[in-house]
């Protein structure tokens, strides 16, 4: 029998009911990494190698969670990340995340290939609500440019340019599943000579721009007042490129493990580049954010000590609004929510920001 919603206790109790419930084939393309899956695995594993080291002592009786994005506050400091295709998952699609991230006081990034058209999703949220824009960038700018210039008109608050992916990785789930129904918003988006032959990955995939380069992006921040945030940065020395061109945030991101194989965890990233940062007292230029395998509380503690603004979360939401919609993803954030208070009283902060490299222990990253 399945479990009800109440015997989810966990992120990962949503993954292992969305399996038994979800079709084939989008279970193969939510669940998939690149190659042997090992950066996807690695994603979550890393943080195992990073021990507390709390203090006694404080007062927690009151424990505020609240912090500042791109200049939005929120309640907790994680937000849902672009994730393509909500469609396969739920047939409301990625309106339901919408939802969810109202009831919880998060922002939502909408992917460039939701299964909902970008103002179906604009259109679900509330007047007060914040969201952002992930965006592959089309080989027509003058396409891109569109959509850029009706986000900001929306009322978009951040523009995420994904750029880990000039190609789409091997996903080998996903291809063997021969993925057939993208979904009509994603035909718009992508065009008519959609390759449906090799999983859904890779149908949509075609129109990308793997031309892109450093090049283009002082024309992206001439284009538009919206902040400009880097999705998929791997290494410092990109981090410093990207403050130097201007840009206002990075994603330190291997796409999920989904690109490529055998890249380094968002959070074993962040301990290459904070020191190097803080070195230079270039901390406070760049919004640093980490994404991939976040599933507990304490791994969104551990990246904030190490000095990340915000998380992205993408998998636990999808696969809790197919296994229950809309409760589920309610449900999903609220646990986040009751984990992160408790652990945030265990290591003795009451706040997010006395959150600071002292209180980790990193020596089991490769980095130290
Ligand atoms: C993604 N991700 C992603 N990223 C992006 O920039 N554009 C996209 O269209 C998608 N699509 C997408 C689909 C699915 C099914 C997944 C699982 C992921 C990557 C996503 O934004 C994020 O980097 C990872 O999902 C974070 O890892 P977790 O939380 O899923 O482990």
């Known amino acids: 029998r399945m479990p009800i919603l109440e015997q989810c206790y966990n992120l990962m109790d949503f993954e292992a009911v969305a399996r038994r419930v979800m079709k084939k084939s989008a279970w193969a393309y939510y669940s998939s990494g690149a190659d042997d899956e090992i950066t996807m695995r690695e994603n979550h594993s890393a ?32 937000y849902v990340t672009a994730t393509a295709l909500g469609k396969l998952g739920n047939p409301e699609g990625e309106v339901i995340l919408t939802r969810g991230a109202k009831k919880h006081n998060v922002i939502q990034m909408i992917p460039t290939l939701a299964s909902c058209s970008f103002d179906e999703i604009v259109d679900a949220k509330e007047d007060d609500q914040v969201q952002w824009l992930q965006l592959y960038v089309n080989k027509d700018r003058a396409i891109t440019k569109r959509i850029i210039e009706h986000a900001e008109k929306r009322g978009c608050k951040g523009l995420f340019i994904t750029v880990d992916a000039p190609q789409l990785g091997r996903r080998e789930k996903d291809m063997r599943s021969k993925y057939s129904d993208v979904g009509s918003n994603v035909q718009e988006t992508s065009g008519d000579n959609v390759d449906r032959s090799q999983g859904a990955a890779r149908a949509i995939s075609s129109f990308i721009d793997p031309s892109l380069s450093w090049k283009d992006i002082p024309w992206f921040l001439s284009v538009t007042n919206m902040p400009i945030i880097l999705k998929g940065v791997q290494r410092v020395e990109d981090v410093i490129r990207a403050i130097e061109i201007g840009v206002q945030g990075v994603v330190l991101s291997n796409h999920g493990g989904r690109q490529l194989d055998f890249a380094r965890s968002g959070i074993e990233i962040l301990a290459e580049v904070m020191p190097v940062l803080r070195e230079r007292n270039w901390q406070d230029r760049i919004e640093i954010y980490v994404d991939g395998g976040i599933r507990r509380a304490t791994d969104i503690i551990k990246a904030l000590c190490l000095g990340a603004t915000g998380v992205g979360i993408g998998r636990p939401f999808l696969f809790a609004m197919s296994a229950y919609g809309l409760p589920g993803v309610d449900r999903a954030m609220q646990l986040l929510k009751d984990e992160m208070e408790m652990n945030m009283r265990l290591i003795g902060c009451s706040s997010v920001d006395q959150l600071n490299p002292t209180l980790v222990d990193c020596r089991g990253l490769s980095m130290h």
């Open 47 to 78: 943080y195992h190698k990073i021990w507390f080291r709390p203090r006694i002592l404080e007062d927690v009786e009151k424990v505020d969670l609240s912090t500042t994005m791109l200049g939005t506050k929120v309640d907790i400091p994680f």
